[in-house]
T-cell receptor
Framework: DTGVSQDPRHKITKRGQNVTFRCDPI?????LYWYRQTLGQGPEFLTY????????KSRLLSDRFSAERPKGSFSTLEIQRTEQGDSAMYLC???????????FGQGTRLTVV | DQQVKQNSPSLSVQEGRISILNCDYT??????FLWYKKYPAEGPTFLIS?????DKNEDGRFTVFLNKSAKHLSLHIVPSQPGDSAVYFC?????????FGKGTSLLVTP
């Protein structure tokens, strides 16, 4: 399978714990995006990487959210001190240089209890 | 503020008929528009896109129409099939970030 891969698919955590999600983009894509989707809403843009450079992070929801893409391949999204309001589907997408179509992974469903 | 709006939360169409899904946007800087299809518990799947320099793009049973003066686009599915039942998201971009509508749930009945 050569699509975008996300791990884990589901995560249940207690409030206050830290969680980290991983995304492996399509191998030839140098652009990587993180989105969040809550019930009844469309995906909401969080952050964007071109290779290893994080070019946009102002829309990360709070300073508890951070993302990395250390070698320009896979990426991680970390949420520190999780809150119940962080419960959502976290989606990763990738696109090639110059491509406007983003291809999404299956998402990580986070439940904070 | 919602820059991309899908005002119909749901749509039901008979198999074989045309499905028309609508989308409105407010930001005149958007220059690329996309439609995604989403099944429950899966990520969105890219369907079709259109650049702002065009007013129509067709791919098999799917056609997207863009009316820039009205800031409106629509997705036509002809003929509709039961497997088309899903949530359809409209998205618009002026750079790297996609701005999504809230989606329209399409049900195609036999």
């Amino acid at each position: 399978d050569t699509g975008v891969s996300q791990d884990p698919r589901h995560k249940i955590t207690k409030r206050g714990q830290n969680v980290t999600f991983r995304c492996d983009p399509i191998s030839e894509h140098n652009r990587l995006y993180w989105y969040r989707q809550t019930l009844g809403q469309g995906p909401e843009f969080l952050t964007y990487f071109q290779n290893e450079a994080q070019l946009e992070k102002s829309r990360l929801l709070s300073d508890r959210f951070s993302a990395e893409r250390p070698k320009g391949s896979f990426s991680t999204l970390e949420i520190q001190r999780t809150e119940q309001g962080d419960s959502a589907m976290y989606l990763c997408a990738s696109s090639p240089q110059g491509g406007s179509e983003a291809f999404f992974g299956q998402g990580t469903r986070l439940t904070v209890v | 503020d919602q820059q991309v709006k899908q005002n119909s939360p749901s749509l039901s169409v008979q198999e074989g008929r045309i499905s028309i899904l609508n989308c409105d946007y407010t930001n005149s800087m958007f220059d690329y528009f996309l439609w995604y299809k989403k099944y429950p518990a899966e990520g969105p799947t890219f369907l079709i896109s259109i650049s702002s320099i065009k007013d129509k793009n067709e791919d098999g049973r799917f056609t997207v129409f863009l009316n820039k003066s009205a800031k409106h686009l629509s997705l036509h599915i002809v003929p509709s099939q039961p497997g088309d039942s899903a949530v359809y998201f409209c998205a618009a971009s002026s750079g790297y970030a996609l701005n999504f509508g809230k989606g329209t749930s399409l049900l195609v009945t036999p």
